[in-house]
C-alpha cells in the first residue's frame, strides 16, 4: 500500500462539517498529486456511490469510496476530524474519514490492498492507533502497515479464498478445559456467507470480517465467500454441502445463488453484516433449530435487499416499481422509435399499411416505413408484460417472472393497460412470496421454482385478473386517457410545468423516471392520443434543459466556473442536444443549493410552454435528433431555449452572489479552483 497513501494525502484537522465537503477536502489532496483528473466529476461519481447507500459504519468510521474513470491510480487519502461528520450511521457521526479512490479498470492486486484495509478497519487497536497519532507521516505510515513487523495486525493476503476462509481456521472450534488442557468436542455450528455490495471495494470485505470475529466469540466455524471487485473465488462445495446455515449479507445479486439452496439462511443488506453479525448468526442458529429451510431461490430479491432489512414498505414498493421501468424503459426507446421513423419517412397513414409479410417491395419507401413502423408496434407489444414481469421479479426474484408476464399479457388482453401491468406485477410478486413462505416437503423442493410455483401462481394471477380486477382496472384506464384526452388550456400548461419540475429535480433520479414513466406510458400504444404525445414532448423538452444551460453558462460567464467545470460544459452541449439530463450532474453535485432549483425553474418553464404551444413527440427519445417527429417543431425548440435562457441566467446570477465574498475577486480570475483547506467550501474560479 506504499504508493496509495503518503502524509501529503492525510489530513489530521479535517475542518469539514459535512460528508460532501469533507470529500471535497480530501479528494482535492488527490488532485494536487494528479491522482485524480477532474475534481468534480471524481466527486459525483462519489456522490452517486453514496446515494446507493450511506458509507458511514458504527464506531465512528465513515468510508466514502467509488471506482472512477478520473482516477489515475488507487489512491487512499484519510481526514480526522475533531467534531465528526455525519456519514449515515446509526451510532453517530464518524471522527476517522477513509476516501478511497479506485480507477475504473484496477486491477485485482490493488483492489486485494484495499479490501485488506477495509477489514484492518474492523480492528479497534487499528482504529485507536489512527484516534492518537499525532503526525501525518505516522498516520500515513501506520495505515500502510509499515508499523514494526511484530505487531499483530489483521490477515493481509492477495487471496481473497485465504482471507475469506480466515473464521473455518479459528480455534473457536475446540474447548479448553480449567487446567489449560484441549479437550475434544462435537463438531461446531458451520456457517457459509457471502457477502457483496455495489462497488465491491469496502463493505464486501468489511462485512466478511465482522461475520468472521463474530462467528469465533460465538464458537461457530464462519467462512465468508466474499464477492468483490477483484472478483471471487467459490467456496469448495463441499464446504458448503457440510455447513449448517447460510448468510446473505450483500447489496448486489449473488452469484451462483443455487449452490445455497436447501439450508436456512438470512438474507440481509451489507450494512447489517457490518453492524450486527451476532445478531445474524444468533438468528440463522435458531431458524437451523426449527428446521427452516429455503425452498426455490433463498431468500429476498436482488431489488428488495438494496439497503437494510428493516427498511420501510414504501421505499421497497418504489424499487420494485423502478425495477420493471428500467427493463421496460429499452423497449420503449426501441419500440418509440421505430414507430416515430415508420411515420417520418411514410406519413401519418402508415399504420393502415398491410403486413409486411405480404407485402413488401425492396424498392418502396413505404414498404420500408411500413416495416419499420410493424416492428416497433410488436416491440411496444412488450411493454406492459416486461413491466409487469419485472416488478413480480423485483418482488419474488426469477419464480415471480412467470406470473408476472403472463399478468400483464393478460392486462393487454382485457385492455387494462399501463395500470394493469403495475397491478399484475405486484400481485403475481405476492402471490410468489406467499407461496415461498409454505413449508414444502422436501421431495418436492427440486421442482417447486420449474413446476410448481409457476402453475399456481399463474393460475391465481389469471383468475384475479381475468374474473375479480381486471374490468375495474380497466375502467380506470379508459378514465385516465379521456381525462388526458380532455386536457385544454390552463390545465395542460400546469401539468407541463410539473412534468418539467420532476424532470429537473434528480436529474435522472426516481423523481426524474417517474416523470418519464408516465409520458411513455401514454405514447406505448401504435396510435398514441394527441395530449399523451403532448406530455411526451414536454417531458424531453424539459430534460434537456440542464445540460444545455449548464454548457451555455460555462460559455458566457466562463470565470464562474473552473477549468475542469468549463470542460464539462463542452460535452453538455451534446448531452443535453441528445436528451440526457445526466450531463448536468457534475454541475449539481458540486453546486446542489443553486444548480438545481434553477434547472427546475427552466424545466417547469419549458415544459408549460410546450403544452401551451401544443407540441406533439412520437418518440420516448433522441433529443434535438428527432425535431422532424415532432409537431411544431419552431414552437419547441424556442420552449427550450426559453428554458435554457432561465436556468443559464439564474445560475450566473446566484454564482455571482457568492463570489461578492471578500477575495474572491482575485480567486475568479485564476480559472482554477483555489486551494482551500481551511474553507468548508473551496473558491471556484
Known amino acids: 500500500m506504499s504508493d496509495m ?5 492525510v489530513d489530521l484537522d479535517l475542518s469539514a462539517d459535512t460528508k460532501e465537503a469533507a470529500a471535497r477536502a480530501l479528494a482535492e489532496r488527490m488532485v494536487a498529486l494528479g491522482r485524480v483528473t477532474d475534481l468534480d466529476g471524481f466527486l459525483a461519481d462519489v456522490a452517486a456511490r453514496e446515494a446507493q447507500m450511506p458509507t458511514g459504519l458504527d464506531g465512528g468510521i465513515g468510508i466514502p469510496h467509488c471506482r472512477s474513470e478520473h482516477v489515475t491510480e488507487p489512491t487512499l487519502a484519510f481526514g480526522r476530524s475533531a467534531d465528526g461528520i455525519d456519514f449515515g450511521a446509526a451510532d453517530g457521526p464518524a471522527d476517522l474519514i477513509f476516501l478511497i479512490a479506485a480507477p475504473a479498470g484496477a486491477d485485482d492486486a490493488h483492489l486485494t490492498i484495499l479490501s485488506s484495509l477495509a477489514r484492518q478497519l474492523m480492528n479497534s487497536e487499528f482504529t ?12 500515513a505510515a501506520l495505515i500502510r502497515g509499515d508499523e514494526p513487523e ?5 490477515v493481509e493476503t492477495g487471496s481473497e ?9 479459528s480455534p473457536a472450534a475446540a474447548t479448553v478445559t480449567d487446567d489449560g488442557a484441549e479437550a475434544p468436542e462435537e463438531r461446531p455450528f458451520r456457517i457459509v456467507a457471502v457477502t457483496s455490495c455495489p462497488t465491491g471495494i469496502a463493505h464486501t470485505y468489511m462485512a466478511a470480517e465482522s461475520l468472521e470475529n463474530a462467528g469465533r466469540e460465538a464458537g461457530v466455524e464462519v ?3 466474499t464477492q468483490g471487485s477483484a472478483g471471487f473465488t467459490r467456496l469448495d462445495p463441499e464446504v458448503i454441502a457440510a455447513a449448517d446455515a447460510v448468510i446473505f449479507a450483500h447489496d448486489v445479486p449473488v452469484r451462483e445463488k443455487e449452490r445455497f439452496l436447501g439450508k436456512p439462511t438470512v438474507d440481509v443488506g451489507v450494512k447489517a453484516g457490518i453492524n450486527r453479525p451476532a445478531e445474524l448468526i444468533t438468528e440463522v442458529r435458531e431458524k437451523a433449530a426449527r428446521g427452516e429451510v429455503t425452498s426455490g431461490s433463498p431468500g429476498a430479491t436482488p431489488v428488495e435487499r438494496t439497503g437494510e432489512s428493516g427498511e420501510g414498505y414504501g421505499t421497497k414498493l418504489r424499487k420494485w416499481l423502478m425495477s420493471g421501468v428500467s427493463y421496460m424503459v429499452p423497449f420503449v426507446a426501441a419500440g418509440g422509435l421505430l414507430i416515430a421513423l415508420g411515420f417520418a419517412i411514410g406519413g401519418y397513414k402508415v399504420d393502415k399499411a398491410p403486413s409486411v409479410m405480404d407485402h413488401f417491395l425492396w424498392t418502396q419507401a413505404d414498404s420500408w416505413a411500413a416495416l419499420l413502423f410493424q416492428i416497433g408496434g410488436v416491440a411496444f407489444g412488450f411493454l406492459v408484460p416486461v413491466l409487469a414481469g419485472y416488478i413480480a421479479y423485483g418482488m419474488a426474484d426469477r419464480p415471480g417472472l412467470v406470473p408476472g408476464f403472463v399478468g400483464g399479457s393478460i392486462a393487454l388482453t382485457i385492455n387494462a393497460g399501463f395500470l394493469g401491468g403495475l397491478a399484475a406485477g405486484l400481485i403475481a410478486g405476492g402471490v410468489v412470496i406467499a407461496i415461498q413462505k409454505v413449508n414444502i416437503p422436501a421431495a418436492l423442493r427440486g421442482i417447486m421454482p420449474v413446476v410448481v410455483i409457476p402453475l399456481i401462481s399463474s393460475a391465481i394471477v389469471g383468475f384475479l385478473m381475468f374474473v375479480v380486477i381486471g374490468k375495474p382496472i380497466a375502467e380506470a ?21 410539473l412534468l418539467g419540475l420532476m424532470m429537473c429535480f434528480d436529474l435522472g433520479g426516481p423523481v426524474n423516471k417517474v416523470a418519464y414513466t408516465f409520458a411513455t406510458a401514454g405514447i406505448a400504444v401504435s396510435n398514441p392520443s394527441d395530449s399523451a404525445m403532448k406530455i411526451m414532448a414536454a417531458v424531453m423538452a424539459a430534460g434537456m434543459v440542464p445540460p444545455l444551460a449548464m ?20 460535452a453538455a452541449w451534446v448531452l443535453g442536444a441528445s436528451f440526457i439530463s445526466e450531463g448536468a450532474i457534475p ?9 438545481i432549483p434553477a434547472s427546475m425553474a427552466g424545466g417547469a418553464i419549458t415544459g408549460s410552454l410546450s403544452m401551451a404551444f401544443g407540441a406533439t413527440l412520437r418518440a420516448p427519445h433522441g433529443g434535438i435528433f428527432v425535431v422532424p417527429l415532432i409537431g411544431n417543431p419552431l414552437l419547441y425548440l424556442v420552449a427550450i431555449a426559453a428554458g435554457v435562457c432561465v436556468t443559464t441566467a439564474l445560475v450566473v446570477v446566484l454564482k455571482g452572489m457568492r463570489k461578492q465574498a471578500p477575495g474572491a475577486a482575485t480567486a475568479a480570475g485564476e480559472g482554477t479552483a483555489a486551494p482551500a483547506a481551511d474553507s468548508k467550501q473551496p473558491v471556484a474560479a
Not at 497513501?5 to 494525502?9: E, G, H, N, Q, R
Not at 458566457?556 to 463542452?570: A, D, I, S
Not at 454541475?587 to 444548480?595: E, I, S, T, Y
Open 5 to 9: 497513501i503518503t502524509a501529503d494525502l
Open 128 to 139: 485507536d492507533a489512527l484516534r492518537s497519532v499525532g503526525d501525518t507521516a505516522a498516520a
Open 150 to 154: 511484530e505487531a499483530e495486525t489483521p
Open 161 to 169: 479464498d485465504t482471507v475469506a476462509s480466515a473464521g473455518a481456521a
Open 223 to 225: 467462512t465468508v465467500e
Open 477 to 497: 384506464q379508459k378514465g385516465m386517457t379521456d381525462w388526458l384526452n380532455g386536457l385544454s388550456g390552463s390545465n395542460a400548461i400546469l401539468l407541463g410545468a
Open 551 to 570: 454548457a451555455l453558462a460555462t460559455t458566457v460567464r466562463g470565470k464562474l466556473f473552473n477549468q475542469t467545470e468549463r470542460e464539462n460544459g463542452k
Open 587 to 595: 454541475f449539481a453535485a458540486a453546486d446542489p443549493l443553486r444548480v
